[in-house]
């Protein structure tokens, strides 16, 4: 089977690499089991790199300053709110033995943290990787409120997750771990107050298994809307599995046609690069490709395939069905995840993990537009240099929004007990999506309106919202989505009043 498409490319159009020189970025894990975990003796040479250069890659510190950003283009903001809005309302901590199918007892820690229900239940997944971490779980849940707020779905955000390698245990220990899981939160989890759904190592079965954990334990109600992404014979939504990929070539396609990259007004005809070919990863590229995109690069946690004239999508999952990964695709040619990276393209997409542009590497990125299918892929200090060099970025808490949208459509039919068409749920995902592109595009010209020179807008993080003697920088999308969404929280929080 050929892999190849008849296209061809013009380099020209493609912005420089600065000068400076990258380092090849840590790669540890991402979306679903086809990231596995890497070379650790790499990673901790990498990890010491980024170090020296000052960046803090913790994701909920990253998380915190993106607030803190956004914040200062709110001055009405009442003082200690936006301290209250950053903060995580509840953490919990569970550890447990569960007996193994070697006969073994082992130990296992779980998180699940709710930032916020001003807005409604605490909805976000639930990962199993062995790389979990508190503050990892904090940040996601960060990022779940401020995405469910842009998109408008009346949810807050959560996450959860339990430190363990799926890829070393059995699909019993994995249900034993699952199952255990639940009972340890008992009455954390609810349909309206906290909703679960797949991330990285967990798919439609584990939610199977959270369902009847919980039913088992709540018996004699409707607890189907108690967790999202099911199986369709339990509630599940149809193009639930495709919603995130789905979202974001909607609000791409969206930002191309309102002229965020200019002499680009379509995905039709544009190259993509994707990062990642996991469960979002291998569905955006197969939807950007049936859109008329032509994916020049995918990669995985083995290294990735590129070809100039374009990969056939359907080439490399048999390829990777066949091998376990993608590459080695005949009659492409092999490049690492760094140099996907770097690559000359439209429309780069990392769909991997979080942290993949940081400081070290942006100056070498030679994309004309960045898409976030995963979260918190570009760190601060790489958001400043590629907004100075003009490479706008759609960021994650909209380009992946799909996923909690059509998730949202889930709980609603399970709520009403009800089953929608594809044709429904996908009519209604186009317009959630539009509508938050367009949102977060106009409150990015509205915000850059208001900067005459002298004014401003900010202050201290959690202090009085004063006007500050310096002027603020422009706003980029990040920080115009972050302004539409901190907006949106906390004028429902003071509609609601501070309790008591």
Not at 188 to 193: K, M, Q, S
Request: aromatic share 6%; hydrophobic share 40%.
């Amino acid at each position: 089977m050929n892999p190849m498409k008849s296209f061809a490319t013009d380099r020209d159009s493609y912005p420089p690499a600065d000068p400076r020189i990258g380092s090849e970025p840590l790669y540890v894990r991402g979306p679903g089991v086809d990231w596995a975990a890497g070379d650790r003796s790499a990673a901790g040479e990498t990890t010491a790199a980024v170090a020296e250069l000052g960046e803090d890659l913790n994701p909920y510190h990253i998380v915190q300053q993106q607030i803190d950003q956004a914040a200062q283009y709110l001055p009405e903001l009442k003082p200690g709110l936006i301290d209250f809005l950053k903060r995580t309302v509840r953490m919990v901590t569970v550890d447990f033995p569960i007996e193994t199918d070697d006969g073994a007892i082992r130990m296992f820690t779980g998180y699940r943290a709710i930032h916020s229900r001003i807005r409604g239940p605490g909805k976000g997944g639930v990962r199993f990787h062995p790389d979990v971490t508190e503050d990892e779980v904090r940040a996601l849940a960060s990022w779940m409120t401020w995405k469910c707020a842009v998109v408008d779905v009346p949810f807050g955000g959560a996450k959860g997750g339990v430190v363990c390698d799926p890829k070393q245990l059995t699909r019993n220990d994995l249900r034993k771990i699952t199952r255990r899981y639940v009972a340890e939160l008992a009455d954390c989890l609810g349909p309206n107050t906290d909703i679960p759904a797949p991330d990285v190592g967990t798919d439609a079965e584990t939610m199977a298994w959270i369902y009847d954990t919980y039913q088992v334990m709540h018996p004699g109600a409707n607890n189907r809307p108690v967790v999202t992404g099911k199986p369709l014979d339990l509630g599940g939504a149809v193009g639930r599995r495709e919603a995130t990929a789905a979202g974001c070539l909607l609000a791409a396609g969206r930002a191309l046609e309102r002229g965020v990259v200019p002499g680009l007004k379509s995905v039709q005809g544009a190259t993509v690069a994707i990062q990642g070919f996991g469960n979002v990863g291998a569905i955006a590229a197969k939807l950007f490709e049936e859109a008329g995109a032509r994916v020049v690069a995918v990669s995985d946690w083995t290294g990735g395939v590129f070809h100039e004239r374009g990969l056939e999508i359907a080439a490399v999952e048999a390829h990777k069905r066949k091998t376990g990964a993608v590459s080695g695709l005949p009659g492409c040619r092999a490049i690492s995840n760094a140099e996907l990276l770097a690559l000359p393209c439209d429309i780069l997409i990392p769909a991997a993990i979080e942290n993949q542009i940081r400081r070290d590497n942006a100056a070498d990125v030679r994309t004309r537009f960045v898409v976030e299918a995963a979260n918190g892929p570009t760190t601060p200090a790489a958001d400043r240099i590629l907004f100075d060099r003009g490479i706008p970025i759609l960021p994650d808490v909209l380009a992946n929004a799909g996923g909690v949208t059509v998730s949202y459509f889930e709980w609603v039919q399970n709520i009403k007990m009800e089953a929608w068409e594809l044709d429904e749920i996908q009519g209604k995902l186009e317009v959630k999506m539009r509508r938050a592109t367009d949102a977060v595009l106009d409150k990015q010209e509205e915000l850059n309106r208001r900067l005459d020179p002298g004014d401003g807008a900010g202050g201290a993080p959690g202090g009085p919202r004063k006007t500050p003697s310096r002027r603020l920088p422009p706003a980029d999308l990040r920080t115009a989505a972050y302004v539409l969404a901190i907006d949106r929280v906390a004028r429902t929080a003071m509609e609601r009043g501070i309790w008591p």
